[in-house]
């Protein structure tokens, strides 16, 4: 089993749709939870991170977090079509225990449209 | 402004033939890193240093080669580049490590433009 499992889509909605985004893991040392948005032919950028189980909100972004469920979403209201892109999870843990080295692993990412 | 800048953005080569894709930041961060990025296997990591003169190994470090001797700058190096390293490449760094604990004040990571390349 891959330690972070995503959908790759392709996902297309129409303009002011409520899109989720899903991410499973299966790493129980996963302690910081994150989603990047990648525009065509750019780099990641931020987007939202967490590091508990529960919801967090930004404006109409919501990431939502259940460790128990090990299973991480992204919540898009309003979805707006410059909105279109990749939309990448990625989880960051300790490479060994007792140290501060840790390493980001990155879903594969879900390939998001919103027609206008 | 904060920026991660790569060199070249798009490159085709020949196999065998070494070369240097370079990566440079302006914002004193200690964490840098290289990823490559392929349809179907997402971003995977390659090396990556935690500060001037201490990098290792990432998850796909196989040809491929890095050096830290200043702190802006972490080039990638590919000695004897293969057809399958054909690829999009990231640099990315960030103030310190993990990424996400106090990114409230702004520790963050901060990605690269992209390098396309394509090795024939």
């Known amino acids: 089993q891959k330690e972070v499992e995503q959908d790759p889509g392709p996902l297309s909605v129409p303009e002011g749709a409520i899109v989720s985004l899903n991410c499973t893991y299966s790493?129980?040392?996963?302690?910081?939870f994150m989603w990047y948005r990648q525009y065509s032919r750019k780099g990641p950028e931020l987007l939202m991170y967490?590091?508990?189980?529960g919801n967090k909100e930004d404006g109409r972004f919501t990431a939502q977090v259940d460790k128990s469920s090990k299973y991480i979403s992204l919540f898009i209201r309003d979805s707006q079509p410059s909105d279109s892109a990749t939309y990448l999870c990625?989880?960051?843990?300790?490479?060994?225990?007792?140290?501060?080295?840790?390493?980001?692993?990155f879903g594969k990412g879900t390939l998001l449209t919103v027609n206008p | 402004e904060a920026q991660v800048t790569q060199n070249p953005r798009y490159l085709i080569t020949v196999t065998g033939k070494k070369l240097t894709v370079t990566c440079s930041q302006n914002?004193?961060?200690?964490?840098m890193s290289w990823y490559r990025q392929d349809p179907g296997l997402g971003l995977r990591q390659i090396y990556y240093?935690?500060?001037?003169?201490?990098?290792d190994k990432g998850d796909v470090p196989e040809g491929y080669k890095v050096s830290r001797k200043e702190k802006r700058n972490f080039p990638l190096i590919l000695e004897s580049p293969s057809p399958n390293q054909t690829s999009l490449y990231f640099c990315?760094?960030?103030?310190?490590?993990?990424?996400?604990?106090?990114?409230?004040?702004?520790?963050?990571?901060?990605f690269g433009e992209g390098s396309w390349l394509t090795v024939v």
């Open positions: 914002m004193n961060h200690e964490y």
């Open positions: 990315a760094s960030s103030l310190t490590f993990p990424p996400g604990s106090g990114i409230s004040s702004g520790n963050t990571i901060y």
């Open positions: 240093s935690m500060n001037v003169e201490v990098t």
């Open positions: 967490t590091y508990s189980s």
């Open positions: 990625a989880m960051s843990a300790l490479r060994n225990s007792g140290g501060s080295n840790y390493k980001l692993t």
């Open positions: 790493n129980s040392a996963f302690q910081y």
